[in-house]
């Protein structure tokens, strides 16, 4: 494994949005795999009825409830970690949420949020913990992007453009990092059953009520764990998402755009 426990003792990860859905089944993951464990997410309950039953691994588990769509929450994340005398060695930049409808009609304020949580808070939690794992030559950084940030997403216009973000920054990121014995991995799951689809509203879309499989998140997870571990700079899981982001490659930009919004249409 390119990027695991072993040698230098016991390992920390920290899971934004453990609470719920991919965050939950990463969390169980990481401390299956041995390491000691910082969930962040809003829930404190949730969090603690995790943090219960992973405790019975053996590790530490640390619970932050913080609103991480605020712009002070990473400094504080930070500071409460430094105080403690905690050091991450692997970051999972997981919490997300979507908007979904037309641009114009959806409300300002959810999406300076979704932009603030998706995209400014996983790029500023990263500004702080990765000199950190520099100095200490190992473990690295797993991001939660989308399929949707292959092709501009009509209907979810924000969204999409986040998910975008999340692969060009984490792609770059690991080319900076490369030979330093610090990795950037980014996890790119098609639809997936979670919570996600009730909080954005969209069970409606034909996406989501029965055009395409979703996936497990407990699979979802899986797959990101082990890429991040291998070392992989992107991860799809699952052979249809794979093919999807192939044949969305090599198709004329405004084509892929036009079948993107038929698919997140509301079902009739
Ligand atoms: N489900 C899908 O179809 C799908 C597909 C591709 C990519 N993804 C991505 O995968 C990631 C996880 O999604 P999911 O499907 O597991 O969603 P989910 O079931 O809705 O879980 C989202 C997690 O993020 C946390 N969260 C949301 N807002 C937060 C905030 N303001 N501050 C702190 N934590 C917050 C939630 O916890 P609290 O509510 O307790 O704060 C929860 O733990 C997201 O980045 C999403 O974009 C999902």
New binding site residues.
């Given amino acids: 494994m390119a990027n695991g426990t072993g040698a230098g003792g016991r390992r920390t990860a920290l899971i934004?949005?453990?609470?719920?859905?991919?965050?939950?089944e990463l969390a169980r993951l990481f401390a299956a795999g041995g390491y000691d464990l910082v969930l962040?997410?809003?829930?404190a309950d949730?969090?603690e009825e995790l943090a219960g039953e992973l405790r019975l691994q053996g590790g530490a588990v640390r619970v932050l409830a913080?609103?991480?769509?605020k712009p002070e929450?990473p400094e504080e994340v930070f500071r409460e970690l430094e105080a403690a005398g905690v050091a991450v060695d692997v970051l999972v930049n997981?919490?997300?949420?979507?908007t979904y409808g037309p641009f114009v009609e959806i409300d300002l304020g959810r999406e300076l949020?979704e932009l603030q949580?998706?995209v400014v808070t996983l790029t500023h939690l990263t500004k702080k913990l990765l000199p950190g794992m520099l100095a200490r030559r190992r473990g690295g950084v797993l991001n939660?992007?989308?399929?949707?940030g292959f092709q501009p997403g009509p209907l979810m216009a924000v969204?999409y453009a986040t998910?975008a973000y999340v692969i060009s920054f984490s792609e770059a990121l690991a080319e900076e990092l490369n030979g330093t014995g610090v990795t950037v991995s980014v996890l790119?799951?098609?639809?997936?059953?979670?919570?996600?689809?009730r909080?954005a509203g969209m069970e409606a879309s034909k996406l989501f009520s029965g055009m395409l499989q979703?996936a497990d998140?407990a699979a979802v997870a899986r797959a990101g764990y082990e890429g991040f571990h291998a070392g992989k700079r992107i991860v799809i899981p699952g052979l249809i998402n794979k093919i999807g982001v192939q044949s969305i490659r090599l198709s004329p930009r405004a084509l892929a755009t036009r079948m993107v919004k038929r698919m997140q249409e509301r079902r009739r």
């Fill in positions: 934004t949005g453990a609470s719920g859905g991919i965050g939950l962040v997410a809003r829930s949730k969090l913080k609103d991480l769509a929450s997981n919490a997300g949420f979507a949020e949580l998706n939660l992007a989308s399929t949707a969204y998910k790119c799951p098609g639809p997936t059953a979670t919570g996600f689809q909080r979703v998140a």
